[in-house]
């Protein structure tokens, strides 16, 4: 089993998806 949880850095609602991927490929949104 994985704890997922100690990765998530954000929760973004779908309607902002084009800032969630701006976070991951800014390395912010990386654990």
Do not use: V, W, Y
């Not at 779908?14 to 990386?30: H, P, R, T, V």
Request: no cysteine; net charge negative; proline share 3%.
């Amino acid at each position: 089993e994985l704890e997922l949880d100690k990765f998530i850095t954000h929760q973004i609602p779908f309607s902002e998806i084009n800032e969630a991927f701006d976070l991951m490929l800014s390395g912010q949104g990386i654990r």
